[in-house]
């Protein structure tokens, strides 16, 4: 629905697109990051939810395009609200993609060229490896697979604030 505001056309309500990836560990318990070909910082597997799709089968989707496995898929840990200026609003799922063997992460394959590489990093590296949100939003989701919660955050932060 869209209404007239100072003779501006807005929305009524937010237009929130909606993205979800999946945090997987290996067996030392570090976290899988990735190098994608298309931004300057890493991430964890994931991408943008496409019509039709809900936040889970879009998380499966994408760890299969692009590392070329199919491991389970486990339950959501954290969802962020995570609107960006130049991109709007943006809600963001992350998956719980459990713990990674050494024959699955052997068969990882870049199949769909949207990743460079791939490395295991520890919780606590992650400051200084990612940008401040998404190191928020990881270490969030790592607690929350370890208390066996799931959390809401904004902009990585637990909500409302304590």
Known sequence: MVEAVNDQRV???ALASAAAGALFFDGDGRVLLVHPTYKPFMDIPGGYVEPGETPYEACVREVGEELGIRP???????VDWAPLPPEGDKVVFVFDGGIL???MIERIAFTDNELSGYEFRSVEELD???IDRLARRLKAAAAAR??????????GRIAPAE
């Open 101 to 103: 063997g050494g024959e």
């Open 146 to 155: 370890g208390s066996m919660e799931t959390v809401y955050l904004e902009h």
């Open 128 to 130: 200084g490896l990612l």
């Open 72 to 78: 389970v898929i486990g339950r959501l840990l954290v």
């Open 11 to 13: 929305p009524r309500f």
